[in-house]
């Protein structure tokens, strides 16, 4: 009687990816078994990073692909198959976190092939937050970002027109930035969590924010 051992390769720690989107998280893994067994059972199961290794959980975002099924709490069963297969199978599977998510999910792979089990705990992803694409909303008046990162420009859209409000409640540094009620205009996006002025003609009018990525 044979006794393999599942073996996992090209698994890659601290992967990073925008919250909203997705990341193939294990598209560089390769699964094989040394005593050439077919993998009769894979799983996959979902941790946040400042929990411990017996709380899976759903909170941080949701895997998704052929061959996935969801079987419990932050877990998740693949296809078995011949270790080329479940492979195939893992390179293609997505992980989507949360909207507004800045958690770091660890994965543990599992996988069983009719003699012995096999664990990895070298999988992990960041959300963090997206540049570009914000939505700010200041008293009334909404200003969406048509895109770019810190230092790069974007369209903001102020058709709802904004209060007014003294000169002297716009902070003097950064200078502001003026906007037409009702147009569009190019502005320059400063960095996540920098302060953003924005001027709405006549320049007695004042909105301001910290920028949230």
Not at 62 to 80: C, D, E, F, M
Request: net charge negative.
């Amino acid at each position: 009687m044979l006794t393999g051992l599942p073996l996992f390769s090209g698994t890659v720690l601290n992967q990073t990816v925008a919250d909203g989107q997705t990341i193939q998280p294990f598209s560089s893994v390769a699964v094989t078994d040394s005593a050439g067994l077919t993998i009769q059972g894979f799983t996959i199961v979902l941790y946040d990073s400042s929990s411990s290794y017996l709380n899976p959980t759903d909170a941080n975002g949701t895997l998704s692909g052929a061959g996935l099924t969801q079987v419990g709490v932050g877990t998740y069963a693949l296809t078995p198959g011949t270790p080329a297969k479940v492979s195939a199978e893992l390179h293609a599977l997505r992980f989507s976190p949360g909207a507004g998510s800045s958690a770091t999910t660890d994965f543990m792979l599992s996988a069983f092939d009719g003699a012995t089990t096999a664990d990895n705990y070298d999988v992990s992803v960041t959300a963090v937050p997206a540049t570009g694409a914000s939505v700010l909303k200041l008293g009334g008046m909404s200003f969406l970002a048509g895109g770019g990162a810190a230092g790069t420009t974007g369209g903001f859209d102020t058709a709802v027109p904004a209060p007014v409000l003294p000169a002297s409640d716009a902070p003097a540094n950064p200078a502001p930035q003026l906007v037409p009620p009702g147009g569009v205009e190019t502005l320059t996006v400063p960095a996540p969590g920098a302060l953003l002025n924005l001027g709405v003609q006549p320049a007695s009018d004042w909105q301001h924010a910290v920028v949230h990525g």
